[in-house]
Each structure stands twice: as C-alpha cells, then as structure tokens.
C-alpha cells in the first residue's frame, strides 16, 4: 500500500516513538537521570564521551554542542519551532541545496529517526589538496522544538557506531522553555553548571 498524503513542508518529521524513545522534551524526560545542562539541551552523560561547545567567534555565544563517541562525531543544534509544523523537511532542502552549491553530493535515504542526508561534504585536505568527507544529516521535529543533528567518523559508513551514535541522539532532551521565540532560532545553549562533570 503506498503512502498518498503530499509530504507537505509542514509535516513533522519523528521517530513514531520519539517520546519515549527519545529525544526528549524535557516533559518527558526522567527527573532522576544525572543529565549534564546546558541550557537548551542536557546530555547524559556515558563512559567515551566526550562534550564540546562550539562558539562563535564574534558573539562569543555557543551554537552548537559537539559530542565524540564512538570513534564518531555527533554535532547537535535545538532551534525552535511551531507547535503544529515542523522544520525538518524544509530544512534537508536548504542543507542539500547548500552541499550541492560547494560541489558535494548528497543522497536522501530513510534511517532509523526518518528521513536523513548522506552528504560528500568537500573539504580542504593537508598540503593544499581538496578531498571530501562523509557527514549524514539527521533531524528531529518535537513540541515546539526541531533538534538537528550532523553525524562524522565511523558512524557514517559502520553499523555498530552508527547505531551508538543513533542512541547518543536520541538520549537527549531538549529544554524549549517557555518565552515565545521566533521558529528557526537557536534555543539557547550554555557552559554546564559544573564543570567537569563531563
């Protein structure tokens, strides 16, 4: 049986399980978890984890958070969205559109949290070369949130890692809070109360 409704831009896109396999709104999640804060995401925290946050130079704030498991990179970013639509089929257009203006290539294919990119993302290599890189593109839409995710390293091309890396996904929460923003901005991230908890 095929599938005729039009996969309109505003459809959510989610793992049919997403709330209570994961990622979580913090509605859903466990209060009792020792989860590391930081602001618009918490983290929980696993042994061969490690946590970075990415900052902007001008602004000095945080945009992304950067997680290194697995032999994998996984760079995550919640923004806010509509209650009713989500972002994530609009979005997977803006990314192929831009991988494709560098000379990459990108494939759209179905993955374990729905639909996904594999991109060839082109890079500077060492000694002046140009050389690509495999990334896979992932994203979820929640309750008033969208929580994308670039995936790097092993778990773009090996099962095992991938599947890690898939789980360290979808462990996280993502804090909306409740002030009105515009769809599309940053929730904001923050340094972790404690550091070193990490």
Same mark, same amino acid.
């Given at each position: ?11 959510? /896109?989610?793992?049919? %399980?997403?709330?209570?396999?994961? $990622? ?16 618009? +995401?918490?983290?929980? $925290? !696993? %042994? ?13 704030? +945080? ?13 995550? &970013? ?5 209650? =009713? /639509? ?7 257009? &803006?990314? !192929?559109? &831009? +991988? ?14 729905? $639909? ?24 979820? %839409?929640? @309750? ?13 091309? %090996?099962?095992? =890692? ?5 789980? *360290?996904?979808? /462990?996280?929460?993502?804090? !909306?809070?409740?002030?009105?923003? @515009?769809?599309?901005?940053? +929730? $904001? *991230? ?6 070193? =908890?990490?």
């Amino acid at each position: 049986m095929t599938d005729t409704t039009p996969a309109g831009a505003a459809d959510k /896109s989610a793992p049919d %399980d997403r709330p209570t396999g994961g $990622p979580f709104d913090e509605s859903e999640a466990n209060p009792v978890r020792p989860y590391i804060d930081l602001g618009g +995401i918490k983290v929980l $925290p !696993r %042994d061969g984890l490690n946590l970075r946050l990415e900052v902007e130079e001008q602004t000095k704030r +945080i945009v992304a958070v950067g997680l290194d498991y697995a032999g994998s990179t996984l760079q995550v &970013q919640p923004f806010a969205a509509p209650r =009713s /639509s989500g972002l994530w089929h609009e979005t997977r257009e &803006q990314i !192929r559109g &831009q +991988i494709r203006q560098q000379g990459g290539r990108v494939e759209e294919r179905e993955g374990p949290l729905g $639909p996904e990119l594999l991109a060839e993302v082109p890079v500077a290599a060492a000694g002046g070369g140009a050389g690509t890189r495999l990334a896979r593109f992932v994203g979820v %839409d929640g @309750p008033r949130w969208f929580l994308r995710g670039v995936i790097g390293g092993a778990a773009t091309s %090996d099962v095992e =890692s991938a599947a890690k890396v898939e789980e *360290l996904f979808r /462990s996280l929460v993502v804090v !909306r809070g409740g002030s009105p923003m @515009p769809p599309r901005d940053l +929730i $904001p *991230l923050r340094m972790p109360a404690t550091p070193g =908890s990490a």
